[in-house]
């Protein structure tokens, strides 16, 4: 996705890399430790949905932010935790209203033990997340506590939105990356700073971090976006096509229609109705003619380099403001 040599390209996949591993390696074992907290009944069904792994994007961000403040990377540690707790609920949840059976190569929680203890699990690691950052309640931790309460509004807000934008006939770019920011930059934004706040880095320092994780957010979301269309499924995990079937105003489709009379023919009635598979490779075929795909990069490119622009605005610790880069750069070059 983006135009940077292919050496500096694979230093700063390096990089990336190393941080998310080092994140890996040191949340797991707390979020295993948090996961003993919650009722039995519900233990063995989330350790099978944590056991799938991830990228661990969130959690990495959130410590590199501690150390970007000058503080030690453990000191992000709880908040690492708890972000993940609520990407997770959010994963689990999401897979139910999607009806995605598979999930990292692997059955969904819901498939494997119904909806109703789906959803509860997802409900007990949302409060699972609050439980931790709040068990010692210094100002810190509640401010932090307070950021993240507000990013999971906005994140469900942002689902909402994109839940009732497949009733909708079309939905304009505008009103698609504002669901987007809520529906991830949020999230990621909160991951950039609570790091910074758990510090007790001062104001101008967590809104550059926020500034960051939101640019990035969408950025994220806009290559998510390319994946639920044109995205291999024996690397993504899920059917190709996927987000067509289910009538998802991604951002491509947003801008394919934001094209009125000039959408390619067809283009239109494919979007609206179910598809058969030969009509979701005719869509995507016609997506693609039409240049949505490469705009929907071309958004994201713009607004990673937003995002890196946000980390210029204050003082930050050398080396961890190149980790923080090449995260960015990282996530927004995947292809899963």
Same mark, same amino acid.
């Given at each position: 996705?983006?135009?940077?040599?292919?050496?500096?390209?694979?230093?700063?996949? $390096?990089?990336?890399?190393?941080? @998310?591993?080092?994140?890996?390696?040191?949340? #797991? =074992?707390?979020?295993?430790?948090?996961?003993?907290?919650?009722? =039995?009944?519900?233990?063995?069904?989330?350790?099978?949905?944590?056991?799938?792994?991830?990228?661990?994007?969130?959690?990495?961000? #959130?410590? &590199?932010?501690?150390?970007?403040?000058?503080?030690?990377?453990?000191?992000?540690?709880?908040?690492?935790?708890?972000? %993940?707790?609520?990407? +997770?609920?959010?994963?689990?949840?999401?897979?139910?209203?999607?009806?995605?059976?598979?999930?990292?190569?692997?059955?969904? /929680?819901?498939?494997?033990?119904?909806?109703?203890?789906?959803?509860?699990?997802?409900?007990? @690691?949302?409060?699972?997340?609050?439980?931790?950052?709040?068990? %010692?309640?210094?100002?810190?931790? *509640?401010?932090?506590?307070?950021?993240?309460?507000?990013?999971?509004?906005?994140?469900?807000?942002?689902?909402?939105?994109?839940?009732?934008?497949?009733?909708?006939?079309?939905?304009? &770019? !505008?009103?698609? /990356?504002?669901?987007? #920011?809520?529906?991830?930059?949020?999230?990621?934004?909160?991951?950039?700073?609570?790091?910074?706040?758990?510090?007790?880095?001062?104001?101008?320092? *967590?809104?550059?971090?926020?500034?960051?994780?939101?640019?990035?957010?969408?950025?994220?979301?806009? *290559?998510?976006?390319?994946?639920?269309?044109?995205?291999?499924?024996?690397?993504?995990?899920?059917?190709?096509? +996927?987000?067509?079937?289910?009538?998802?105003?991604? $951002?491509?489709?947003?801008?394919?229609?934001?094209?009125?009379?000039? @959408?390619?023919?067809?283009?239109?009635?494919?979007?609206?109705?179910? $598809? #058969?598979?030969?009509?979701?490779?005719?869509?995507?075929?016609?997506? !693609?003619?039409?240049?949505?795909?490469?705009?929907?990069?071309?958004?994201? %490119?713009?607004? @990673?380099?937003?995002?890196?622009?946000?980390?210029?605005? &204050?003082?930050?610790?050398?080396? =961890?403001?190149? %980790?923080?880069?090449?995260?960015?750069?990282?996530?927004?070059?995947?292809?899963?």
């Amino acid at each position: 996705m983006t135009t940077i040599s292919s050496p500096a390209r694979r230093d700063s996949a $390096l990089i990336a890399a190393e941080s @998310l591993t080092r994140a890996r390696s040191v949340v #797991t =074992p707390a979020m295993d430790a948090a996961v003993l907290r919650l009722c =039995p009944a519900l233990r063995p069904a989330v350790r099978e949905h944590l056991a799938g792994g991830g990228k661990f994007v969130r959690a990495g961000l #959130t410590l &590199v932010s501690a150390a970007a403040a000058g503080a030690d990377e453990s000191v992000g540690v709880v908040g690492a935790v708890a972000i %993940e707790m609520v990407h +997770n609920f959010s994963l689990v949840h999401d897979d139910i209203i999607d009806g995605d059976l598979e999930r990292r190569h692997r059955p969904t /929680l819901w498939a494997e033990h119904g909806v109703g203890h789906a959803i509860i699990a997802g409900d007990a @690691l949302a409060t699972l997340a609050f439980q931790i950052l709040l068990e %010692e309640p210094t100002a810190e931790r *509640v401010r932090a506590a307070g950021r993240l309460a507000e990013a999971t509004q906005a994140m469900i807000a942002g689902q909402a939105e994109d839940m009732a934008s497949e009733l909708l006939a079309s939905l304009s &770019v !505008e009103e698609c /990356l504002h669901m987007e #920011t809520g529906k991830t930059g949020a999230l990621l934004s909160c991951a950039a700073a609570i790091g910074a706040i758990l510090a007790g880095a001062p104001a101008p320092t *967590v809104d550059a971090l926020a500034d960051f994780g939101r640019h990035l957010g969408i950025a994220f979301q806009a *290559v998510d976006d390319v994946l639920g269309i044109w995205g291999e499924p024996s690397v993504t995990g899920k059917p190709v096509g +996927n987000d067509l079937r289910q009538h998802k105003k991604s $951002l491509p489709v947003a801008i394919a229609l934001a094209r009125g009379t000039d @959408l390619p023919a067809g283009l239109g009635s494919l979007l609206e109705r179910d $598809l #058969t598979e030969a009509e979701v490779a005719k869509a995507t075929l016609l997506l !693609e003619q039409c240049g949505a795909r490469q705009e929907t990069l071309a958004i994201g %490119e713009l607004q @990673l380099h937003a995002a890196l622009a946000s980390l210029e605005r &204050v003082p930050l610790a050398l080396g =961890p403001s190149s %980790e923080l880069e090449a995260i960015a750069r990282y996530v927004t070059e995947r292809d899963r």
